[in-house]
């Protein structure tokens, strides 16, 4: 060999791991929560990137013993790994080591489709006068201790709220998983008798929050809310706004007052699983936005026994008023803007609503894993078009 093609050699050694980064690998197993004498086998799993969006980038399938080991990942990066057992997704975040790799062990639970050891911790109620509607914010702590820990998952509904009379919107609700701090927007389920609404987000072990906002009709300054309860609840705490919304309903009393911010605090008494409420609002004015201000000051005792539910009423206000001005906004532009634009927006809206519901349907089982992934990248690159004739 002569000195030429030594040089060469040398040379493509040094180059090489430049050319051809060195690649991740993630490994560990499959754990059952609930016993651990089963094994967690044949496990579909998904490793996904995070960051712009959450993007599958391999697939694999635990072995027989639960274990799995996945190669050519990127080596840096914000990556997560989902295991989908009986319907149900666990996942765990996880960053490779300064040598590539990564060690992961994910959890999972057996399936229960009863309610007995599910426990309803907290409930919070907020009503506000926007326009002509009267927007409520439910906030619904539910804790899972099921002994041995199960995953509540029942195709009837897992966490299900009454359809209230007169809306015209579906209501919005987001979902707070046990040790999540990201919420899972939703589209609820109406149910059969079209009574309700209903979720099928599984109820892991642990503590999960339900939000549920609704527009209600309040043109006529007066409103009939009613609420069947599906099971105990130790009290309802309610904040309404602004101050002369008057409500009014058997067990309730007025907890406190804030003249500055222009709010109301009352508390239900405990309500039965089975029970129907019904309070009366009527009255009101709309109330000022509210000023943010980050200091924290002392307040009294019956304030500070008060702040969960304080704070979602102003976080609400502050929302709901930015809400309804950018809403406002965008009709009054969209009414100058050229009819093409007009139509790309309404067809990026379309798609946005068919990949949420590309995105339910897989989560519950009712799309097979490789026709969701046809349609919904098919839908993003419609989508990415779209954006660029946007920008254009």
Not at 187 to 211: I, R, W
Not at 288 to 304: G, K
Request: charged fraction near 25%; aromatic fraction near 6%.
């Amino acid at each position: 060999m002569n000195r030429k093609s030594i040089l060469l050699i040398l040379l493509c050694l040094v180059f090489l791991p430049v050319a051809y980064p060195q690649q991740g690998v993630v490994e560990g197993r499959l754990i059952n929560g609930t016993d651990p004498s089963i094994v967690v086998r044949s496990v579909e799993l998904d490793v996904v990137e995070l960051g712009m969006g959450m993007r599958i980038i391999k697939t694999a399938v635990s072995d027989n013993s639960g274990r799995f080991r996945i190669e050519g990942l990127p080596s840096s990066g914000r990556l997560m790994l989902r295991a989908i057992y009986k319907d149900v997704n666990y996942h765990a975040q996880f960053n490779m080591d300064s040598s590539g790799k990564a060690n992961v062990e994910i959890e999972v639970f057996e399936p229960t489709t009863s309610m007995q050891e599910i426990r309803v911790e907290d409930v919070r109620m907020a009503f506000q006068i926007v326009g002509d509607q009267l927007q409520s914010l439910e906030s619904v702590t539910l804790n899972n201790k099921t002994r041995p820990p199960r995953t509540l998952m029942n195709p009837a509904g897992n966490f299900r709220f009454p359809k209230a009379s007169g809306i015209t919107e579906l209501p919005q609700v987001r979902v707070t998983g046990p040790g999540s701090s990201m919420p899972v927007v939703q589209a609820p389920l109406e149910s059969p008798d079209g009574q309700s609404y209903y979720s099928l987000y599984p109820l892991k072990p642990g503590v999960t929050m339900f939000e549920v906002r609704q527009a209600l009709p309040y043109a006529e300054r007066q409103y009939v809310f009613k609420k069947r309860a599906y099971q105990d609840i130790a009290s309802i705490d309610i904040g309404i706004s602004p101050m002369d919304l008057s409500i009014s309903g058997d067990g309730l009393s007025k907890v406190s007052t804030n003249s500055e911010q222009n709010f109301a605090v009352y508390r239900s008494v405990p309500v039965k699983a089975g029970t129907e409420i019904t309070w009366m609002f009527s009255g009101g004015t709309s109330a000022p936005e509210p000023v943010a201000d980050s200091r924290i000051e002392e307040m009294p005792d019956v304030i500070s026994r008060n702040t969960l539910i304080i704070s979602p009423l102003l976080l609400m206000a502050f929302i709901l008023v930015l809400w309804y001005a950018c809403n406002h906004m965008q009709r009054a532009s969209d009414k100058t803007a050229n009819p093409r634009s007009r139509e790309l927006k309404e067809r990026r809206e379309r798609l946005l609503n068919i990949l949420a519901d590309l995105d339910h349907r897989h989560d519950i089982n009712a799309l097979g894993r490789q026709e969701y992934l046809r349609q919904r990248e098919k839908h993003k690159q419609q989508l990415r078009r779209i954006s660029l004739l946007l920008k254009m």
